[in-house]
């Protein structure tokens, strides 16, 4: 039974450009967040996404947008990136919006230059 | 507004003995907490988690406690192995409908050693 799945692993952009990573979600769960950890920090919630819609959303600007397919895999885009957008991405996928355990992938570390 | 704090960045213990690890919230609509490990280069792995309907819950080595009126929760592990040196992290949520339905809040994290 395969965890949940992130990709790429590691992704190296510069400041203005756009960035999109990916997450397959646990086997049998349907819901998915996002969330960013900085270097020292805890990981902050970005958003949650069930039945293909937003359903949370975190203190992150518009630029952080988001996506959910059919088969209940996610996209997370951040667009004109800053410097401050690097950090490890992780995504987490639980059996339902408000199932309090959430299951998280390996995470993608993006830096920005 | 960091609603979930672990005031301890560090904690060392030798092999065989207890670890305590600490964490306090803020927020009262809190009503479930989990406690993460995670280790280098790999995703935060469910612990244990404890609703806020009892004061203590069991798996194994690993015990949490739960004090709602001093808003405070602890991770016991005993007797502690080197292979427990890991971050832990712990988070809370609430199962009640609003803002807070479904996002987990983590603290900074504390990173165990744990030496022979």
């Known amino acids: 039974d395969a965890g949940v799945t992130q990709s790429p692993t590691h992704l190296i952009k510069t400041r203005g450009q756009q960035v999109t990573l990916r997450c397959s979600p646990k086997s049998g769960h349907d819901t998915v967040s996002w969330y960013q950890q900085a270097l020292g920090q805890g990981p902050q919630f970005i958003f949650q996404?069930?039945?293909?819609?937003?359903?949370q959303r975190g203190n992150f600007p518009d630029r952080f947008s988001g996506h959910q397919f059919p088969n209940y895999s996610s996209e997370l885009n951040v667009n004109a990136l800053l410097l401050g957008d690097s950090a490890l991405y992780l995504c987490?996928?639980?059996?339902?919006?408000?199932?309090?355990?959430?299951?998280f992938g390996a995470g993608t570390r993006l830096s920005v230059l | 507004d960091q609603q979930v704090k672990q005031n301890s960045p560090s904690l060392s213990v030798q092999e065989g003995r207890i670890s305590i690890l600490n964490c306090d919230y803020t927020?009262?609509?809190?009503?479930?907490f989990l406690w993460y490990k995670k280790y280098p280069a790999e995703g935060p792995t469910f612990l244990i988690s404890?609703?806020?309907?009892?004061d203590k819950n069991e798996d194994g080595r690993f015990t949490v406690f739960l004090n709602k009126s001093a808003k405070h929760l602890s991770l016991h592990i005993v007797p502690s192995q080197p292979g427990d040196s890991a971050v832990y992290f712990c988070?809370?949520?609430?199962?009640?409908?609003?803002?807070?339905?479904?996002?987990?809040?983590f603290g900074r994290g504390t990173q165990l050693t744990v030496w022979p």
């Open positions: 987490a996928s639980s059996p339902g919006t408000g199932k309090n355990i959430q299951y």
């Open positions: 988070a809370a949520t609430s199962q009640r409908l609003g803002s807070t339905l479904g996002r987990l809040y």
């Open positions: 996404y069930y039945e293909e819609e937003e359903r």
């Open positions: 404890i609703s806020s309907i009892k």
């Open positions: 927020n009262s609509m809190f009503d479930y």
